[in-house]
Nanobody, 122 residues
Framework: QVQLAESGGGLVQAGGSLRLSCAAS??????MSWFRQAPGKEREFVAG????????NYADSVQGRFTISRDNAKNTVYLQMSSLKPEDTAVYYC?????????????????WGQGTQVTVSS
């Protein structure tokens, strides 16, 4: 049974930084990604990383501000968020799958965390 547990969300002022963590238990997963969902909006891809190569992908809206990384020994993925904007406010979800085929579609991910709230005040 795979479980993903996010932590690190909170309230921050615009321009500030936060680091989210996602610890995976049960098995090592190949592709891990972060998604977010703001009230009234669809869940959207934020960033992803593949375990075999550590190749990363980012949504255009966060490119240059967010950095995804992983510690395979701890089976944990991180999302370092800098220069935060009010429009980054959302519930952030960790997602994972065992496929090497990288996708940004939520339905293609098998495992999800419970989400962590990130609120950026102006």
């Amino acid at each position: 049974q795979v479980q993903l547990a996010e932590s690190g969300g909170g309230l921050v002022q615009a321009g500030g930084s936060l680091r989210l963590s996602c610890a995976a238990s049960g098995r090592t997963l190949i592709t891990m990604s972060w998604f977010r969902q703001a009230p009234g909006k669809e869940r959207e891809f934020v960033a992803g990383i593949r375990g075999s190569t550590s190749a990363t992908n980012y949504a255009d809206s966060v490119q240059g501000r967010f950095t995804i990384s992983r510690d395979n020994a701890k089976n944990t993925v991180y999302l370092q968020m800098s220069s935060l904007k009010p429009e980054d406010t959302a519930v952030y979800y960790c997602a994972a799958k065992n496929s090497r085929l990288f996708t940004t579609t939520p339905l293609s991910y098998n495992y999800w965390g419970q989400g962590t709230q990130v609120t950026v005040s102006s």
